[in-house]
């Protein structure tokens, strides 16, 4: 994006989305990663990851079974 971005506001760039668009999906992964990453200090904290393994291991499934039904 470091190298790319001038493309991208200038509007030279074929993404189909516009400045404010781009922006408002930066803005928002941001604040979104953040909020993981809170999240996941909190877990942290408490010692406690049992939650967070039973997680990855329900979002294991779901991509094994989603890959497996569109092939």
Do not use: Q
Not at 15 to 39: D, Q, Y
């Amino acid at each position: 994006m470091l190298l790319e971005g001038r493309h991208v506001l200038d509007g030279s760039a074929p993404i189909g989305l516009s400045t404010g668009e781009l922006l408002l999906g930066v803005l928002l992964a941001g604040l979104s990663g953040l909020l993981a990453w809170r999240g996941l200090l909190l877990v942290l904290r408490r010692g406690s990851l049992a939650w967070f393994g039973a997680y990855c291991a329900v979002a294991g499934v779901v991509a094994l079974l989603l890959a497996s039904t569109s092939s």
